[in-house]
């Protein structure tokens, strides 16, 4: 069995598994970045409509909430999630940036996330949320144990794209600190010196 690692909506989970159910015994944990408990939602009232920019909801269930709520319920494999609570820990610094700078001049990973980070400057609300689980999968040790809760996925109405405790929930590990940040950005920096020798 694999390990799963979702940095988007559920929807690419949610359409294979649908199409080819057999495949889910493959499927041995999915790690996944999404949802909220007790952060504040992602939603910007300034990008989308106020009717809809419930402060409950974080973008990749929001996106595709029906996606999510099929994965919870029709399968059974483990999932550990990553919920705005962890995720907006991984801040960038500008002792990071500083660090990841002084590398750009030697290594050409380096450079190309100096600038991509570069380009984040006049969104403040920006975290490393991919990285954070990226790291995980390498990493646990630098995360708190995850906690179980039952969780479900909101699918109608102004709250679509919440995800809520309940009873009748699914059980998911939820990770909700990084416990050993200054690690963290130890080895976000080192896989960043990493070089690859051209074809």
């Known amino acids: 069995p694999v390990t799963v690692l979702i940095t988007s909506p559920l929807t690419p989970v949610s359409d294979l598994l649908r199409e ?88 050409r990973y380096s450079k190309l996330v100096s600038q991509g980070y570069a380009l984040t400057h006049s969104e403040p609300f920006y975290e490393m949320w991919n990285t954070v689980i990226t790291a995980y999968w390498a990493h646990p040790e630098f995360f708190e144990q995850p906690k179980v809760m039952k969780l479900k996925v909101v699918t109608t109405g102004y709250s679509q794209g919440a995800i809520r405790q309940s009873l009748d929930g699914r059980p998911v590990d939820v990770v909700f600190n990084i416990t050993q940040r200054e690690r963290f950005y130890d080895y976000v920096l080192e896989q960043f010196r990493r070089s690859f020798r051209k074809r």
């Not at 007790?38 to 409950?56: F, H, M, R, S, Y």
């Not at 996606?67 to 500008?94: E, M």
Request: glycine share 8%; charged share 20%.
């Open 20 to 107: 080819h159910p057999e495949l889910a015994k493959g499927i041995g944990r999915l790690i996944w970045v999404g949802g909220k408990i007790q952060a504040k939602g992602n939603l910007d009232k300034n990008t989308i409509p106020a009717e809809v920019a419930n402060p409950e909801a974080e973008w990749n269930v929001f996106w595709d909430p029906q996606g999510a709520d099929w994965v919870f319920r029709n399968t059974s494999f483990p999932i550990v999630l990553f919920p705005l609570d962890v995720t907006d820990q991984a801040r960038l610094t500008k002792a990071f940036e500083q660090k990841l700078g002084t590398q750009a001049s030697t290594f």
